[in-house]
């Protein structure tokens, strides 16, 4: 009798296992069937250290990190949305450039493209971007590495909508001379409205998350104590007003990191040049070792053209492999000192700074660019990225000289 029971026990046990299999094979199926339509699947991974499983978010495309390092132009939205995107996309199948860095939230505070009606940022986007899936896909074909720009803490729309998250002076949102708000780098609310935003780059298959004008407006220590604002928990923070700027913006990074460890992304901050040649920019709240520390990427504005006279350079537009070379030299022995250095990738000038006045400027072309990019070779830096507010790049650059 017993012999009996433990029978129909094992048939029903094995019965338990065969229809498990068979559903989770199903269940598979049916996962399999939905990314081959949306390119979306989580996946496990098992090897934190705590022996712990985590799961990563994997958007399905194929992108793999450049072997010989990131060489890549900035992409306004309109630009990734508009014929220049087939422009461009010839400039980096015929050149040593394999990457593009793509407005994803802009210098106003709009998305760029349009997520679903549902979505908390439908009523901030634009359709600049008609079809990111199929932007997305023709990245993945020409093997372009991409790389999403998110710009942060300068943001008109925000700061209009929800004056409580920004700088008020006599009731007003206040702007800085070019009419530009700033949202408030205190307030946790803040951090998370953007990370939610990288958040859905990184869904949209981007494979690095890149963070602008993650600071105060400049010349805030001049400012500070006229505006209203919140500082929101570091009311109660040990130092002075640049310390705790200097801390928030920090903690902004590393949270930002941190929220985005489950999504197959490299975290990179833009960050003047200046700042690695300082403890701290007293205004803004960066410092640039602080700052490093917490990212995968560090890009810094090194553009001749925006530097006073520096490194005894009394025009330093009119150098630009003189300018360079002094910058990487300085951020070399900065980044040196830091345990785990970042990669540096600094942001180089593709444009001609006439606003200086003549005999301030010269005209931006191929010797120029390339003087930029081989005063970073010489001093150990391979990776860069052009910017040119127009995305109108120079034609004929040798970018590996």
Known sequence: MKGKIFLVLMLCFVSFIYFASVQAEEAEGQIKARDHQHKVVAKTIVDLPSGVARFVYDS?????????????????????????????????NTTELNAMVIDIKDDHGYLTYRPEE?????????NFIG??????QTLEEHAI????????????????NRPELSFVENGEVWKNGRGEAFVNPFLKEVWDYNIDIAEEAAKMGFKEIQFDYVRFPEGFERRDEILHYSVGDYQSED?????????????FVAYARERLSN??????VDIFGYSATISEAPGIGQNFSKISENVDVISSMIYPSHWTPYFGIDKPDLYPYELTKEYAKVENEVLGALENPPVSRPWIQDFTASWLGSGNYISYGKEEVEAQIRALNEEGIDEFLLWNATNRYTPGVNYKP
Do not use: C, H, W
Request: no cysteine; charged share 25%.
């Open 60 to 92: 399905g495309y194929s992108f793999s990190y450049p072997e010989d390092g990131v060489r890549g132009v900035y992409v306004t939205g309109n630009s990734a949305g508009g014929q220049r995107f087939l422009t461009l996309l010839e400039l980096l």
């Open 118 to 126: 549902d979505s908390p940022f439908f009523d901030i986007s634009q």
């Open 131 to 136: 079809d990111p899936k199929a932007m997305m």
């Open 145 to 160: 590495y991409p790389i999403a720009r998110i710009v942060v803490f300068k943001d008109s729309v925000l700061a209009e």
């Open 239 to 251: 130092g002075d007003n640049v310390q705790k700027r200097v801390t928030a913006v920090t903690d």
């Open 263 to 268: 999504y197959d992304v490299d975290v990179s």
